[in-house]
T-cell receptor, first 114, second 112 residues
Framework: DAGITQSPRYKITETGRQVTLMCHQT?????MFWYRQDLGHGLRLIYY???????DKGEVPDGYVVSRSKTENFPLTLESATRSQTSVYFC?????????????FGPGTRLTVT | KNQVEQSPQSLIILEGKNCTLQ??????????LRWYKQDTGRGPVSLTI?????NTKSNGRYTATLDADTKQSSLHITASQLSDSASYIC???????????FGSGTRLSIRP
């Protein structure tokens, strides 16, 4: 099916563990983004990627690592999870970073760090 | 400082009524403004995208307005339906540094 998918949809992990959230899009969009959404905050950009092998930090990158070896995939890794990283994570894709083009969001991954 | 403020934080209206959500921003230089609808447990979905030269844009029962001089936008929902219950997020993009700033959203509840 066409679109943008995320996996897993729900994840519970322990403090200190490494966890990877997956994102896959079928439109061949150049740009992909990772956001986190917490109560009381708007969506906050963690990392984004302009193309395969090109990534850059957003406003809250600490504690996260990304890679993009293929245009369609953009995994987000928490190298050593902390309780403050409990959040809902959204992946998005677009033809451009901030121009008047739609960003298409995935369904989200709800991550709980215990 | 580049900010996007939305009001009210939450709103409850009866089915069939109209409502207007507000978005004020201080983002400069302005590139475009978007309104998203986010249903509970789902990702945001775009409703409208407006550039500097556009002051009104409609998508079905949703009408967005933009006043670039006062840096204000509104989203008007006509004849509300139960399915309109969601969070509505205003997003403003800067043309320099290609930065996107998200508002915290308005939580709208439609009661039968």
């Amino acid at each position: 099916d066409a679109g943008i998918t995320q996996s897993p949809r729900y994840k519970i992990t322990e403090t200190g563990r490494q966890v990877t959230l997956m994102c896959h899009q079928t439109w061949s969009h150049s740009y992909m983004f990772w956001y986190r959404q917490d109560l009381g905050h708007g969506l906050r950009l963690i990392y984004y990627s302009a193309a395969a092998d090109i990534t850059d930090k957003g406003e809250v990158p600490d504690g996260y690592v990304v890679s993009r070896s293929k245009t369609e995939n953009f995994p987000l890794t928490l190298e050593s999870a902390t309780r403050s990283q409990t959040s809902v994570y959204f992946c998005a894709s677009s033809v451009e970073r901030s121009g008047p083009y739609e960003q298409y969001f995935g369904p989200g991954t709800r991550l709980t760090v215990t | 400082k580049n900010q996007v403020e939305q009001s009210p934080q939450s709103l409850i209206i009866l089915e069939g009524k109209n409502c207007t959500l507000q978005c004020n921003y201080t983002v400069s230089p302005f590139s475009n403004l978007r309104w998203y609808k986010q249903d509970t447990g789902r990702g945001p979905v775009s409703l409208t995208i407006m550039t500097f030269s556009e002051n009104t844009k409609s998508n079905g029962r949703y009408t967005a307005t933009l006043d670039a001089d006062t840096k204000q936008s509104s989203l008007h929902i006509t004849a509300s339906q139960l399915s309109d219950s969601a969070s509505y997020i205003c997003v403003v993009s800067r043309s320099s540094a290609s930065k996107i700033i998200f508002g915290s959203g308005t939580r709208l509840s439609i009661r039968p």
